[in-house]
């Protein structure tokens, strides 16, 4: 596609639902980045992976978040248990290489009633 | 953890007038990108800095990289009311896990026509 593909773009559940959130990169992009993003705030890092090798996990919240990228392309982030804390927007982002600029999606609006 | 300090965290200009908005880190950083994010959007790569001492600019918009590799800024000369949204510096530190892209708070720019 012609840019990162966040699916879906709006998800609405109830405290103690698991939730899957998809993220499909651009083509050929080796590298890909979950963060998620407070109103009103800069986004906040929570996983790398490069390629399908998850290499920095340090910014998942608890062991509810988990994500995988099992060939190397589309990956999901699921969080177990939802809280209402969990509410935010999470946004997938890739790029061509581990220092290259990245390219952002539209995001998944989560929203934990 | 390594955190990068964005000031000021809103700024309100009179259209013509100019903006500067200051990134800054206790730690070197080994690069230090830029983004801008509109209304409603996501976050939209400006530039990269790498080299200490480093100036680019893009049209109006004119981005220095301090001599430390410690901060940063990026100065709109006569805003437009196309300048609107929020600009985040987004630095890599050095050592382990360099590949994190930190973001900071962001500052938000309102023009006033």
């Known amino acids: 596609g012609a840019g990162v593909s966040q699916s879906p773009r709006y998800k609405v559940t109830k405290r103690g639902q698991d939730v899957a959130l998809r993220c499909d990169p651009i083509?050929?992009?080796?590298?890909l980045y979950w963060y998620r993003q407070a109103l009103g705030q800069g986004p906040e890092f929570l996983t790398y992976?490069?390629?399908?090798?998850?290499?920095?996990k340090s910014g998942l919240p608890n062991d509810r978040f988990s994500a995988e990228r099992p060939e190397g392309s589309i990956s999901t982030l699921t969080i177990q248990r939802t809280e209402q804390r969990d509410s935010a927007m999470y946004r997938c982002?890739?790029?061509?290489?581990?220092?290259?600029?990245?390219?952002f999606g539209s995001g998944t609006q989560l929203s934990v009633l | 953890g390594q955190q990068v300090m964005q000031i000021p965290q809103y700024q309100h200009v009179q259209e013509g007038e100019d903006f500067t908005t200051y990134c800054n880190s206790s730690?070197?950083?080994?690069?230090i990108q830029w983004y801008k994010q509109r209304p409603g959007g996501h976050p939209v790569f400006l530039i990269q800095l790498v080299k200490s001492g480093e100036v680019k600019k893009q049209k109006r918009l004119t981005f220095q990289f301090g001599e430390a590799k410690k901060n940063s800024s990026l100065h709109i000369t006569a805003t437009q009311t196309t300048d609107v949204g929020t600009y985040f510096c987004?630095?890599?530190?050095?050592?382990?896990?360099?590949?994190?892209?930190?973001f900071g708070k962001g500052t938000k720019l309102s023009v006033i026509p």
């Open positions: 987004a630095g890599r530190f050095l050592g382990a896990g360099s590949y994190q892209l930190t």
């Open positions: 982002a890739s790029s061509e290489g581990q220092y290259e600029k990245l390219f």
């Open positions: 083509s050929g992009h080796v590298s």
């Open positions: 992976f490069n390629y399908e090798a998850q290499q920095d």
């Open positions: 730690t070197t950083l080994s690069n």
